[in-house]
Each structure stands twice: as structure tokens, then as C-alpha cells.
């Protein structure tokens, strides 16, 4: 057994494809699959049904995957402390972020963060809560940057601040004639929703209380990509919508007057880093974590526990 065996079977499991693993590699389909069986040989398991496309893992060889998964972690983890120790932060870091998060966070610590780190090579990408999950998992992300709990036992979670919802309306809308607002205030038959997919639908449904039943008849349905439309479907439509408190401060001088907080215990959600359990990188996690803190800290301090009803 060796350690590039222990990275064939890791490469298939997460293309569920030898060719594809193989080329991942850059090595031959047959020299992996032999690589691969040989291995097998010599545990004395089939670790992969190659009757079935795409290929899947057999119980046992889930098992062994994931112990390869974190002895590869651990060798990584090794490389890392030693360059920690001769005061080196150097390597890749790739994150995934959500989409409702990636335009107002990033912006903000991003640069600071690669001209403090220059030999940190950061690969970013926008994904949904779920894609990032499985991303980490089959290694090909190293954090991402989501809202939480996600309340899954492979995941880690470390929190780096708590951001309130504002509701923004457009002129004419009953909730502008009141200063804070109660989630019952909000008309669901004029509330702007983000599509299907994304975690924070689920959290104003779930803040709103928002059934298909409470819903009248409408000739317009639409559900939005990305906060950037729902605040222009607003500003030219007309509707009511709930933002990130991030992507409220992002608004200019007018369309801040649209905006209304709701009253105490005030909805917020809790943003995190978030790794596979196996996750080595900790020490340039720490050091991207502690930009975002600092960049935000107003948001890490603002509001005292009794005050937030976390969603």
C-alpha cells in the first residue's frame, strides 16, 4: 500500500469515474485501475462496484476511503505545521461561498487578505449551501464561507458574526408607515422571494411563516437569482423583500429609506466557516478568519444574545 494508491481510490470516489479520476491524476485508466486492484488484492476487499455507472463504492470500501481521506489529511497536516513553525503561510485555499453572501463580503477583507499572504493562493467560487457540502467532502473545496447551523456531522462549523434582516419595500407598501416591524406586518402576497436552491429562501419562509395557502392568485410569479435583482424588481416593480444586513448597508442614501428593521428579539443569521472534519489548512483558516472578524467587526459585537432570534 502507498500513498498514491490511497489518492486513486479517493479521485474515483469523488468523480465516481476511472477515466475521469484518471485524467484527474494525470496518469492512464489502465495504470489506475491496476494501481487500484492492486490494492484490493492486497486488503483482500473490492473497494468499488464496477458494475454500476457511475461507479459507487461498496460499504467496505466507504470505510476505507474515508480512513485514506484522513491519512492523506494527516500527512498534509504535517507539511503545514512544519511550515508554521518556520513562520511560512503559503500553499492553496480553496473556498466555497454562498451566492447571498460572495458580492458584500468578499469586497470587503478579500485584498487586504492576499497582500497580507502573498504565497496563499486563493481559488474562490459561489455555490449553494448544499454544493459547498458536498464539495468539502470529496475534497475539492477546502472551507466555505455559509450560513449555519447546516447540522450535518461531517461538517465543522466556526462562527464569524450574526447579521440582521431589513425589510425593504417599495413606496406605497402598509410596512413603511411603521419604524420596526413584526414578521405578521409583512403582506407574503407582495414578498419577492430569491429561486429555489437557496438557504436564504428557506429562512425568510421560514421567518414569514410563508405557505402556499396564504397566497392569493397572481399573474406574476417570479423568483429571483441573486439579492441584486429582488432590490431592482423592487425599486421598478414595486413588492416588499428581505435582505442580509451586508447587502442592506450596500444600498445608496435613497433606497436606505426604504428599509425597515423589525423589532426585538431582531431575525439575524449566523455566518460561518465551514471544513470537512477532516480539514488540515487550520492555520490559514485562522488567518482569513481573523480578517473577516476584523472587517466586520461591528457585526461580530453589535447585538447582545437576548436580542437575536437566530433562523
Known sequence: ????????????????????AAESCFITQPTLSMMIQKLEDELGIVIFDRSRQPVKATPDGKIIIEKAKKVLSEIEEIKHFTQSLRGELKGELK???I???APYLL???????TDKYPLINVKISELTTDLITDKLKEGSLDIGIAATPINDSH???????????????????KVLNKKYLLAEDIDVNHLLLLE????????????????????????????????ESLIKMVDMNGGITILPELAALSLDKKQKLNLRPFKLPVPVR???????????????????????????????TKKKKNEVMPI
Not at 107 to 113: I, T
Open 99 to 101: 451566492p447571498t453572501l
Open 196 to 227: 429555489e436552491g437557496h438557504c436564504l429562501r428557506s429562512q425568510i419562509i421560514n421567518l414569514c411563516e410563508l405557505r402556499k395557502k396564504d397566497l392569493q392568485h397572481s399573474n406574476l410569479e417570479y423568483e429571483a437569482g441573486s439579492i
Open 107 to 113: 469586497p470587503g477583507f478579500l485584498k487586504k487578505f
Open 155 to 173: 461538517i465543522t462549523e466556526r462562527p464569524l458574526f450574526r447579521e440582521e434582516f431589513f425589510v425593504y419595500a417599495s413606496k406605497g407598501e
Open 95 to 97: 473556498i466555497g461561498i
Open 1 to 20: 500500500m502507498n500513498f498514491q494508491q490511497l489518492e486513486y481510490i479517493i479521485a474515483v470516489e469523488r468523480h465516481k469515474h476511472f477515466v475521469k
Open 270 to 300: 449566523e455566518i460561518s466557516i465551514i471544513t470537512y472534519k477532516h480539514f488540515f489548512k487550520t492555520k490559514i483558516m485562522d488567518a482569513i478568519k481573523n480578517e473577516i472578524i476584523k472587517e466586520n467587526y461591528n457585526l461580530v
